[in-house]
Each structure stands twice: as structure tokens, then as C-alpha cells.
């Protein structure tokens, strides 16, 4: 496709589930990112991957999330035992490998609305 | 990290130029300053970045001051469709974890008819 594709779009589930979002990155971008956006407040940083590798995960709030991507290509960001507090938009991002990461674009998706009851 | 602030909202008028300012008194040199707009209901996109020398591209303009601690983006004819929270990001040449975006709260910028 000709952007970053996540889905669901929506996905409601009950506390205490787990749940797997998916994110397709625009062809050819190695680098790929997960945010989380909470009702009214900005962009929070979860996890960077460069090709299969995620040498940042700093931003991961709890050891209940986690997030994989193979093939260099499309990742899933996984929430266990979902709390309400998980409730927001999770938004992925990718871009092309940049020697220079400060003049790196990322490109987003439309996010996956998660609401957790 | 170096921080930036920007201010809450700003309205405009349609067809008017906007100057968005955002404040880094912290920025180091090899900070980059990227600016970065999300419309209702969709993820961000990219505006513009740049290091020293005003940059114009397409879709706006970013004068960056002298001492680097202020920059402005500039819509030269906002239009309807320009209604978003802009977000003026630090990004650091040497990557790693502050080579990240970290996104603040933005400006919410309102367009009016």
C-alpha cells in the first residue's frame, strides 16, 4: 500500500485480555516505531525497531507489553492482561534508515483505538 | 533531553499567514528541530525540519533564530484544512534514545472562515 497501514482501526476488549495490534510499515522502511497517544495528551514513545531488531525499548511502560517484527516488515505490539489505563491510540510509524536519524521522516499510521472496559 | 515550548492554541484567519513559535533555550548542537502536525482523528505527519538556515518547503517555512534557542513555523495562507496541533520536536543527529521523536502536547492551532 501507499502508507503505513495498522489495524484493527477499533478495538474494544475487557479487562484482564490480551490483545495483539498490527502494523504494516510503507515498503522498504526499515525503521519502524510505536506511540501511544492518551485522550488529550501528546505522543508517548513504547519501542524502535531497526530491521528485526528493537534497540530501543525504553518507552515500554510494563513488562506486559512487548512487540516483535519479522521479515523486516510488518510488527505486532502485544498488551497482556489489559488494564483501563492501556485505554488510548496506538500509533505506528516508519521511515527509511537514515544515517543521519536527526533529518529522519517518519511516516504514521491512522492508529488503532484501544478501549479497554 | 533538550525541551521545547510551545503555547497551548493560537486561532488564525483563513487566508492569513500563521507564525507558530516554539522556544528551546536548551537545544544542543546536534540537536535537530523538526516540526511535525496531527489532523483530527489521524496519525502525524511531517512539516519540516531543519538545523541553522531557514528551510521552506511545500508546506511551510521555518525561520530558526540566530542562537537556535527559538523557531517559528510559518503557513504562509492558512486554510481550513491547516486546523491541527503542531508540534515542534528536538531530534538529536546521533540517534539512540534521544534520537527519538518525543512529541510534547503542540499548539492546537484553530482556522477561522
Known amino acids: 500500500g501507499a502508507g503505513v497501514s495498522q489495524s484493527p482501526s477499533n478495538k474494544v476488549t475487557e479487562k484482564g485480555k490480551d490483545v495483539e495490534l498490527r502494523c504494516d510499515p510503507i515498503?522498504?522502511?526499515?525503521?519502524l516505531y510505536w506511540y501511544r497517544q492518551s485522550l488529550g495528551q501528546g505522543l508517548e514513545f513504547l519501542i524502535y525497531?531497526?530491521?528485526?531488531?528493537?534497540?530501543?525499548k525504553s518507552g515500554l511502560p510494563s513488562d506486559r507489553f512487548s512487540a516483535e517484527r519479522t521479515g523486516g516488515s510488518v510488527s505486532t505490539l502485544t498488551i497482556q492482561r489489559t488494564q483501563q489505563e492501556d485505554s488510548a491510540v496506538y500509533l505506528c510509524?516508519?521511515?527509511?534508515?537514515?544515517?543521519?536519524?536527526?533529518?529522519?521522516?517518519?511516516?504514521f499510521g491512522s492508529g488503532t483505538q484501544l478501549s479497554v472496559l | 533531553d533538550a525541551k521545547t515550548t510551545q503555547p497551548n492554541s493560537m486561532e488564525s484567519n483563513e487566508e492569513e499567514p500563521v507564525h507558530l513559535p516554539c522556544n528551546h533555550s536548551?537545544?544542543?548542537?546536534?540537536?535537530?528541530i523538526h516540526w511535525y502536525r496531527q489532523l483530527p482523528s489521524q496519525g502525524p505527519e511531517y512539516v519540516i525540519h531543519?538545523?541553522?538556515s531557514n528551510v521552506n518547503n511545500r508546506m511551510a517555512s521555518l525561520a530558526i533564530a540566530e542562537d537556535r534557542k527559538s523557531s517559528t513555523l510559518i503557513l504562509h495562507r492558512a486554510t481550513l484544512r491547516d486546523a491541527a496541533v503542531y508540534y515542534c520536536?528536538?531530534?538529536?543527529?546521533?540517534?539512540?534514545?534521544?534520537?527519538?521523536?518525543?512529541f510534547g502536547k503542540g499548539t492546537k492551532l484553530s482556522v477561522k472562515p
Open positions: 531543519g538545523l541553522t
Open positions: 520536536i528536538l531530534r538529536d543527529y546521533y540517534g539512540g534514545s534521544q534520537g527519538n521523536l518525543i
Open positions: 510509524a516508519s521511515s527509511l534508515k537514515s544515517i543521519d536519524r536527526a533529518g529522519e521522516k517518519l511516516f
Open positions: 536548551t537545544i544542543s548542537g546536534t540537536d535537530y
Open positions: 525497531f531497526q530491521g528485526n531488531s528493537a534497540p530501543d
Open positions: 515498503s522498504g522502511h526499515t525503521a
